[in-house]
Antibody
Framework: EVQLVESGGGLVQPGRSLRLSCAAS????????MHWVRQVPGKGLVWVSR????????SYADSVKGRFTISRDNANNTVYLQMNSLRAEDTAVYFC????????????????????WGQGTLVTVSS | DIQMTQSPSTLSASIGDRVTITCRAS??????LAWYQQKPGKAPKLLIY???TLESGVPSRFSGSGSGTEFTLTISSLQPDDFATYHC?????????FGQGTKVEIK
């Protein structure tokens, strides 16, 4: 059974940092691209960042570029989101999600839609 | 970024009703569209991808159609478990975007 379990959320002051973790199990983690998606409670979903299967390529939404860093540890089946210079508008539930991609010819690719989601971790940025 | 607009924002319906939700893209996305169901306090669940392909395990009362800029999600006969918020998402570019969501409520 595929499981994604986020941790690391909490209350943080504006300008400070927080690191989210997502522990994956039940699938070959190193074969899948992973993303972070956030949602202000009661609002829509917003894509934040993605990382390819071996960690060599990343991309970010404009709203977090230069402040957030996504990374992964394939030996420990974990993906991270380092969030620096946090702002009030970063307050949201952060979901770790698996890309429904595929592997072919020794390389793995992302499809940019999401077949498994974690339960989410709430980040609140407030003084 | 490609903007996704869903309508209606809220929909009131009864058990057994046929329900249709529309999602419009600000530019053509071919068939690169997914639909998700989300219940309060829970993570979204993938229902449909590539506009009309049903994810494994999703009941056949759900269907999707459309291409280009206009898409629909249809629930053929609304069941108690279907009261939830539905989100569309485009993935034609490397910056996926979602609609604002459609809440399906009990009439």
């Amino acid at each position: 059974e595929v499981q994604l379990v986020e941790s690391g959320g909490g209350l943080v002051q504006p300008g400070r940092s927080l690191r989210l973790s997502c522990a994956a199990s039940g699938f070959t983690f190193s074969s899948f691209w992973m993303h972070w998606v956030r949602q202000v409670p009661g609002k829509g979903l917003v894509w934040v960042s993605r990382i390819n299967s071996d960690g060599s390529s990343t991309s970010y939404a404009d709203s977090v570029k230069g402040r957030f860093t996504i990374s992964r540890d394939n030996a420990n089946n974990t993906v991270y989101l380092q969030m620096n210079s946090l702002r009030a508008e970063d307050t949201a539930v952060y979901f770790c999600v698996r890309d429904d991609g595929y592997c072919s010819g020794g390389s793995c690719y992302g499809d940019y839609y999401f077949d498994y989601w974690g339960q989410g971790t709430l980040v609140t940025v407030s003084s | 970024d490609i903007q996704m607009t869903q309508s209606p924002s809220t929909l009131s319906a009864s058990i057994g009703d046929r329900v249709t939700i529309t999602c419009r893209a600000s530019q053509s996305i071919s068939s690169w569209l997914a639909w998700y169901q989300q219940k309060p306090g829970k993570a979204p669940k993938l229902l449909i991808y590539k506009a009309s392909t049903l994810e494994s395990g999703v009941p056949s009362r759900f269907s999707g159609s459309g291409s280009g800029t206009e898409f629909t999600l249809t629930i053929s006969s609304l069941q108690p478990d279907d009261f939830a918020t539905y989100h569309c998402q485009q993935y034609s570019r490397y910056s996926p975007t979602f609609g604002q969501g459609t809440k399906v409520e009990i009439k």
